[in-house]
C-alpha cells in the first residue's frame, strides 16, 4: 500500500512538472514585473569613415503595458528622454552628440533561446535622431526606415541584465548634412555595458513567460 501511494505521489509530480513545462513552452506573452526602465552605458560607441565618438549615454522610458505579446513588429514602448553628456565624448576632433526627435520607437522582434528558457529578447529602436559635429563638420543620423536591433540579455532568474547593439544590424542612415557627411552610422558597446534597471532604483526589471 505504502509503495503503490509513493508512486502515486510520484506520478503526480511527475505530470505536474510536465504540465507546468507545457504551459511556458506555449505561453504566448511576456509580462514585466515594471514598465519605467533606464539604460545606462558608460561608454557607446558611434562610428563611421569620417569620426568615431565614444561618449557616456543614458536613456529613458517605458513600455505601454506589462504584458507584451510575442509578435514580431509589435510598437512595445518607446524612449522619452537621454542624457548623452557631450563633455564626455572621446575621439576623433572631439565633438559633439546630441540626441533629437523624441519620442524613439521600441518594438518586439524575437527571443533568443528555447522556451522556457529564454537568453535575451530583441527589440527594435525606430524613429530616433542623432545630430552630430565633429571637426566643425554637421551630420544628422536616423531615416523613417532604420531599426537598430538591441539584444537585451536575460540571466539565469530572467531578469533582464544590458541591452547591446547587435552587431550587423546596428547601423542608422545619414539624414541629413552635406557630401562630407558618410551614409551610415554604426552603434557599438562593449559586453555587460548598457546596465538595465527600473527607472530612479537599481532593482532589474524581471520577465515572465505566461
Known amino acids: 500500500m505504502r509503495s503503490t ?6 506520478g503526480l509530480l511527475a505530470a505536474l512538472l510536465l504540465a ?5 513552452a506555449s505561453a504566448r506573452n511576456l509580462e514585466l514585473s515594471e514598465q519605467r526602465i533606464r539604460v545606462t552605458w558608460s561608454r557607446i560607441e558611434f ?3 569620417l569620426f568615431t565618438l565614444s561618449c557616456q549615454l543614458t536613456l529613458e522610458g517605458s513600455f505601454h503595458s506589462r504584458t507584451i505579446a510575442k509578435v514580431a513588429g509589435l510598437l512595445i514602448g518607446s524612449i522619452t528622454r537621454t542624457n548623452l553628456k557631450s563633455e564626455t565624448c572621446s575621439g576623433l576632433g572631439g565633438g559633439t552628440a546630441t540626441p ?3 519620442p524613439w520607437h521600441l518594438t518586439y522582434e524575437s527571443f533568443t533561446g528555447t522556451l522556457p528558457s529564454i537568453t535575451s529578447i530583441r527589440l527594435l529602436l525606430s524613429r530616433f535622431l542623432m545630430e552630430f ?15 537598430v536591433t538591441f539584444s537585451a540579455a536575460l540571466n539565469a532568474a530572467r531578469e533582464v541584465t544590458n541591452l547591446t547593439p547587435l552587431e550587423g544590424r546596428n547601423v542608422g542612415h545619414k539624414l541629413e548634412g552635406g557630401e562630407f557627411c558618410p551614409p551610415e552610422l554604426r552603434l557599438m558597446s562593449t559586453a555587460g555595458d548598457g ?3 527600473v527607472l530612479n532604483t537599481t532593482t532589474r526589471v524581471r520577465v515572465t513567460l505566461i
Do not use: M, Q
Open 47 to 49: 562610428g563611421n569613415s
Open 133 to 147: 559635429v565633429v571637426l566643425g563638420i554637421r551630420c544628422t543620423y536616423g531615416t523613417t526606415t532604420d531599426n
Open 20 to 24: 507546468s513545462a507545457l504551459s511556458a
Open 5 to 10: 501511494a509513493r508512486a502515486g505521489l510520484i
Open 100 to 102: 533629437k526627435g523624441f
Open 195 to 197: 546596465l538595465v534597471r
